[in-house]
């Protein structure tokens, strides 16, 4: 790896995440079956809400990048537009919940960073790594990240609270967050709202080698979030709760999808999200009925030069059935039922819906103390694939400082409706465009990792995972010929696309590796640190050379650095990337092979309720993409105004 001075500097003094959790200190839920962190056999990391606010980081991908084994392949700053990737996984390979749903979008993996809840409302997030099918059906093969709201919590403290900021930077950017949340006896209430508007930084002209030009443009954003949410309880067993959720993004979306030289896309998202539960609590028990509802539009303008726009709307109905029990002190089980119907009307892909049914066990086993076996088995159906098994098996074994743990489990993932019917229903399409396949197989993966956690003390903990999954049946865009693509679409005779097709014997191996310390400086001097490095290696054993299985870092490592006092905070973070060279003559754009990034922000306390806050990203100003064509912001300054009550 190709390390410089600046990076290295971080990594030797790197910010941590708050606290380090002790053993049996931390109840998680991503494994479906609240239980002890020790107890999972699984690497999972927590963020508390009171963390992510001491983050240099300004959209809930920006927080996600500095976590070890998650790569995000962004195409713009502050949150516009994201693809996540976990252990080498491909971005539509990610599961993600809000509050235990799914949000996956059945349009486009593209959108499933478009997560509908503000900084203000989360609680805490939850990230599971590995294969979690068998917990929570389809798409989870890299692993799962649960976001969970503080209405949804299961925080039992009374709480009145209202705060924000207000934000003001380069390239006219404004960035206001506000929040508020009142708990008190059996009701919780809870809302937040998120603007970030910029016009973006400037892009010069090009000359390219051909003597054409690419004009300058301004990669502009526009990006909204609001959420309210209340809980009441009822008789102290009975309680319910929901949410309701929107997200509105407007951005220029030039070179995000294409390296063409026609490319002048702008794209307008808006995403509706509810969720409704009641659930009981007994003895030895708990029962939840979940129903949650996503709508969501897209309007993509490929060019305002001719004809292009594509107009999408998609429909995602969720409905889950959970019961919990405990047989014993040594055995808890869980069962469930998820019955989902998922729709689009396209213009381009056309009109299609789907429905799935999912049932699913799971059983918690301490046949002695320090032994905890987690064993599941889930079965699908959907119109799409038809029948599907996943099984998984978690195991962990504690050892006075020391967690051993390990898993093994099989996942699946089906098409969405892009990768089997974009372009289905355009007409005339031209050479070099993408191509849906409505024959696409579901894809089939087993992973396995080993694993342990030690806790040196309780402020130094050290974390290292090696894991490897088996594919097949891949999906994944490959150039084919007209005359070998057969009857769809409306092609021309002897023209190039990128065909979705299902590729075969596709294996991952990967390393990850945590460290993280936190100092008592005195005085209520606080100083936490952090270094996390992810290794990764994919091979297949087809000769194509496909768009997206090789694109993930093979190389990822991220640092952290966090000061405290009572005056003033300081928080720094680094983060080193090394993949794929690439390069795009159409555009004159060149993807690096390595690229390091460090950002930092501070906050002065001017009175009991205010402070002042100052933030850089991109401190060196690195020139670099996350994506073919897709420039990332330089240096970039703001500060504002923080308050809380």
């Avoid at 910029?198 to 002209?205: D, L, M, P, Q, R």
Wanted: glycine letters at 6%; charged letters at 20%.
């Amino acid at each position: 790896m190709k390390f410089n001075l600046s990076i290295l500097l971080v990594l030797l003094c790197s910010y941590a995440f708050g606290q380090i959790s002790y053993i049996d200190t931390v109840t998680v839920n991503a494994s479906n079956l609240p239980m002890k962190m020790s107890e999972t056999g699984r690497h999972i990391t927590v963020i508390t809400q009171q963390q992510l606010l001491e983050l240099p980081a300004n959209s809930l991908d920006e927080v996600l990048q500095t976590i070890s084994g998650i790569e995000i392949q962004s195409r713009n700053g502050f949150g516009a537009q994201a693809d996540i990737s976990m252990r080498g996984s491909t971005f539509t390979q990610v599961l993600i919940l809000v509050d235990g749903m799914k949000l996956n979008d059945p349009l486009t993996a593209h959108f499933n960073g478009n997560i509908p809840i503000t900084f203000a409302e989360i609680e805490r997030i939850e990230i599971l790594r590995g294969p979690a099918a068998a917990l929570y059906g389809p798409d989870a093969v890299g692993g799962v990240i649960n976001f969970i709201s503080k209405t949804f919590s299961n925080k039992k403290v009374e709480e009145k609270s209202i705060g924000g900021e207000l934000i003001f930077g380069d390239n006219q950017l404004v960035k206001s967050n506000q929040g508020f949340a009142f708990q008190k006896g059996k009701l919780k209430v809870g809302g937040g709202l998120s603007i970030t508007q910029s016009i973006g930084e400037h892009v010069e002209e090009k000359v390219l080698m051909n003597g054409s030009t690419l004009e300058e443009y301004y990669n502009d954003f526009d990006i909204k979030t609001a959420g309210l949410s209340f809980a009441q309880s009822f008789g102290g067993a009975w309680t319910a709760k929901a949410r309701l959720a929107y997200d509105h993004r407007d951005f220029s979306a030039r070179y995000f999808y294409t390296s063409s030289p026609l490319d002048k896309s702008r794209e307008i998202t808006q995403n509706w999200w509810s969720h409704a539960q009641l659930s009981k609590v007994g003895k030895k028990s708990f029962t939840d009925f979940n129903i949650a509802y996503k709508y969501n539009t897209d309007r993509f303008v490929f060019s305002p030069d001719f004809p292009s726009t594509n107009e999408h709307v998609s429909d995602y109905l969720n409905l889950n059935l959970n019961h919990s029990f405990n047989l014993s002190r040594m055995i808890n089980l869980k069962t469930g039922i998820q019955v989902d119907q998922r729709k689009i009307e396209s213009n381009d892909r056309g009109n299609h819906q789907d429905w799935h049914y999912g049932v699913y066990a799971m059983a918690l086993l301490k046949p002695i103390d320090l032994l905890s076996l987690t064993a599941s088995i889930r079965a699908d159906y959907d119109q799409n694939y038809k029948f599907e098994f996943s099984p998984q098996l978690n195991a962990s074994y504690l050892l006075d400082n020391l967690v051993l743990r390990a898993a093994v489990g099989k996942s699946i993932r089906a098409a969405d409706y892009t990768e089997r019917y974009v372009s289905n229903n355009l007409e005339s399409l031209t050479a070099g465009r993408s191509l849906g396949n409505p024959d696409l197989l579901a894809e089939k993966s087993w992973s396995e990792e080993i694993g342990f956690d030690y806790y040196m003390n309780e402020n130094l903990t050290l974390k290292a995972t090696a894991f490897a999954r088996q594919s097949s049946e891949l999906i994944d865009y490959v150039e084919r010929n007209q005359s070998e693509i057969g009857a769809i679409g409306d092609l021309q005779e002897g023209a190039n696309y990128f065909f979705a097709e299902n590729i075969s014997d596709v294996s991952t191996t990967g390393v990850e590796l945590d460290l993280a310390q936190k100092f008592d400086l005195g005085n209520n001097n606080t100083m936490s640190t952090s270094i996390s490095y992810t290794y990764l290696n994919t091979s297949s054993s087809e000769e194509e050379v496909s768009v997206y299985i090789s694109s993930h870092a093979k190389h990822l490592c991220s640092a952290r650095l966090f000061l405290q006092n009572k005056f003033f905070k300081f928080g720094l973070t680094g983060l080193y990337k090394e993949r794929p060279f690439r390069i795009a003559p159409g555009i004159s754009s060149t993807l690096e092979d390595s690229y390091y990034l460090l950002n930092a922000m501070t906050s002065f306390r001017i009175s009991e309720h205010l402070e002042i806050s100052l933030q850089m990203n991109n401190i060196t100003d690195v020139e670099y993409q996350n994506v073919l064509g897709a420039a990332m912001p330089r240096r970039w300054f703001m500060g504002g105004l923080r308050f809380g009550l």
